[in-house]
T-cell receptor
Framework: DAKTTQPPSMDCAEGRAANLPCNHS???????VYWYRQIHSQGPQYIIH???NNETNEMASLIITEDRKSSTLILPHATLRDTAVYYC???????????????FGQGTILTVHP | DVKVTQSSRYLVKRTGEKVFLECVQD?????MFWYRQDPGLGLRLIYF???????EKGDIPEGYSVSREKKERFSLILESASTNQTSMYLC???????????FGSGTRLTVV
């Protein structure tokens, strides 16, 4: 699976959008981009994933560049409860009966300030 | 609400003991995973299973074994616990295919 690079930490004001970048310049055509977060002392939580199109769900939006070498996770209106470690993970296609393991890096520590 | 439940939140065991960590999911997921998480090392995959009685080694299987006799339950076994197995253990499950994982809350194991 391709390696990802994320900033070690970021700050965001409550109520503002949090934009978390991720570089994955060696991503291959069949690899998906996944985002998870981990709030202190809890298990990681799945947020969103995508292949090449932008994706949105109730938690966040995922913007993937056209060349797929980078992506941005957007939390549109950050709250204090969004303070967490955010992991960007690239994973090979796990379609059909195959499986795709996740390899976690160090992630970005997002701190949301009042 | 769908859940992955780990049997214990905190566990203290003695060196040399056989330790069982249990994980149960109620989502009819095919895949189940065991990770450990340590400061500075992040989450590392120990074992995973893609079907009943099937298992695959992850990145750090040494000192561990697993059992999956029923689809909903995946057990991690430390045959002879050692102090370097003191860690946070996280279980996860997923459907087969390109889906996200659902994680449990974790078991913090201390081996003394």
């Amino acid at each position: 699976d391709a390696k990802t690079t994320q900033p070690p930490s970021m700050d965001c004001a409550e109520g503002r959008a949090a934009n978390l970048p991720c570089n994955h310049s060696t991503i291959s055509g069949n690899e998906y981009v996944y985002w998870y977060r981990q709030i202190h002392s809890q298990g990681p939580q799945y947020i969103i994933h995508g292949l090449k199109n932008n994706e949105t769900n109730e938690m966040a939006s995922l913007i993937i560049t056209e060349d797929r070498k980078s992506s941005t996770l957007i939390l549109p209106h950050a709250t204090l409860r969004d303070t967490a470690v955010y992991y960007c993970i690239v994973r090979a296609n796990a379609g059909g009966t195959s499986y795709g393991k996740l390899t976690f890096g160090q992630g970005t520590i997002l701190t949301v300030h009042p | 609400d769908v859940k992955v439940t780990q049997s214990s939140r905190y566990l203290v065991k003695r060196t040399g003991e056989k330790v069982f960590l249990e994980c149960v999911q109620d989502m009819d997921h095919e895949n189940m995973f065991w990770y450990r998480q340590d400061p500075g090392l992040g989450l590392r995959l120990i074992y995973f299973s893609y079907d009943v009685k099937m298992k695959e080694k992850g990145d750090i299987p040494e000192g561990y074994s697993v059992s999956r006799e029923k689809k909903e339950r995946f057990s991690l076994i430390l045959e002879s616990a050692s102090t370097n197995q003191t860690s946070m253990y996280l279980c996860a499950s997923s459907l087969q295919g390109n889906y996200g994982y659902t994680f449990g809350s974790g078991t913090r194991l201390t081996v003394v």
